[in-house]
């Protein structure tokens, strides 16, 4: 599940390379460059600026999972703790 989100954005950039980028205290993420971001030779540009967060999104909500989510990506189909409670019927007390 972790690869197709990746492979998904991979197809929507010109920058093919995967970088790393901690934000915070979290783990590290998987990150792109912007599609504007340009090498120069004669002017050295921290490409740390440009880079963009690869995030998982729920397959049914469509919002972004958190790290214990995607952990258990595989076991909850790619959703979130709130909707895979809802399609099995549990409840939160």
């Known amino acids: 599940m972790h690869k197709s989100a990746v492979d998904n954005v ?28 340009r090498f120069y030779d004669d002017f050295p540009t921290n490409p740390a600026e440009w880079l963009h967060p690869i995030y998982m999104a729920c397959t049914e909500c469509h919002l972004y999972l958190g790290n214990m989510e995607e952990d258990y990506a595989d076991v909850l189909d790619g959703m979130c703790l709130k909707c895979f409670m809802e399609m099995t019927e549990q409840r939160d007390d």
């Open 10 to 37: 991979l197809k929507k950039t010109k920058h093919k390379k995967l970088w790393s980028l901690k934000l915070g205290l979290g783990r590290d993420c998987p990150a792109i460059l912007d599609n504007d971001f």
